[in-house]
């Protein structure tokens, strides 16, 4: 009786991941579809115009660990973006390092986080107000999980409209994860990723 209801659960499990597996890349595809298409730049670059617009005057290095890419890799994107007159980079010592949003580049992050939040509105609309609650709360505790995993709220966070997250005082478990870690670091360490 004991293994028959362990095979249920494992059965379970194994269909929450399935579904949960499908819904994840089609909702992203998706996503990230509507937000590079509304800047016309690579899902990367677009990462990277939303996260200067909350962070201006990073150097490559640390936005390309935001963005989950290398210096190198990084380097290559911001040419791209700073020859369409998205993005600046300021010399500092010689070398290039701030990188900034032109007034285009602002407007294209804007214009990435409108169509990311349009597209994910219409499919969060299409459930139920109870099926919603519970889908909060699921995915309030995955992300808190997918933190712990990645250990840093700037890649797991890297196309977030992050006031729709707080908005009404709603707590920001991403940000919640990475407080707590923070905490519990030896020294008070910086584990985030972050620049200061």
């Given at each position: 009786m004991h293994e028959s209801r362990r095979g249920r659960a494992t059965a379970r499990t194994a269909r929450i991941g399935n579904l949960l597996g499908a819904a994840a890349l089609t909702v992203s595809d998706r996503m990230t579809r509507a937000a590079a298409d509304a800047t016309g730049a690579s899902i990367s670059g677009t990462a990277a115009l939303v996260t200067l617009l909350t962070s201006p005057g990073i150097g490559v290095t640390l936005l390309g660990t935001r963005i989950g890419l290398s210096q190198p890799a990084c380097a290559r994107m911001l040419d791209q973006l700073q020859a369409r007159d998205l993005v600046t980079?300021?010399?500092?010592g010689g070398r290039l390092a701030a990188v900034e949003l032109t007034e285009a580049g602002r407007a294209a992050a804007r214009a990435a986080l409108s169509a990311r939040q349009q597209e994910?509105?219409?499919?969060?609309?299409?459930?139920?107000?109870?099926?919603?609650?519970?889908?909060?709360?699921?995915?309030?505790?995955?992300?808190?999980?997918?933190?712990?995993?990645?250990?840093?709220?700037?890649?797991?966070?890297?196309?977030?409209?992050?006031?729709?997250?707080?908005?009404?005082?709603e707590r920001c478990p991403v940000g919640a994860a990475a407080r707590a870690r923070a905490r519990a670091a030896p020294d008070g360490a910086d584990t985030s990723g972050s620049d200061g």
């Amino acid at each position: 009786m004991h293994e028959s209801r362990r095979g249920r659960a494992t059965a379970r499990t194994a269909r929450i991941g399935n579904l949960l597996g499908a819904a994840a890349l089609t909702v992203s595809d998706r996503m990230t579809r509507a937000a590079a298409d509304a800047t016309g730049a690579s899902i990367s670059g677009t990462a990277a115009l939303v996260t200067l617009l909350t962070s201006p005057g990073i150097g490559v290095t640390l936005l390309g660990t935001r963005i989950g890419l290398s210096q190198p890799a990084c380097a290559r994107m911001l040419d791209q973006l700073q020859a369409r007159d998205l993005v600046t980079r300021r010399r500092e010592g010689g070398r290039l390092a701030a990188v900034e949003l032109t007034e285009a580049g602002r407007a294209a992050a804007r214009a990435a986080l409108s169509a990311r939040q349009q597209e994910l509105a219409a499919l969060v609309d299409g459930i139920g107000d109870r099926d919603r609650a519970g889908l909060a709360a699921g995915l309030e505790v995955l992300l808190g999980l997918l933190h712990d995993e990645v250990g840093s709220e700037y890649v797991v966070c890297r196309l977030c409209d992050r006031p729709a997250c707080v908005r009404g005082g709603e707590r920001c478990p991403v940000g919640a994860a990475a407080r707590a870690r923070a905490r519990a670091a030896p020294d008070g360490a910086d584990t985030s990723g972050s620049d200061g």
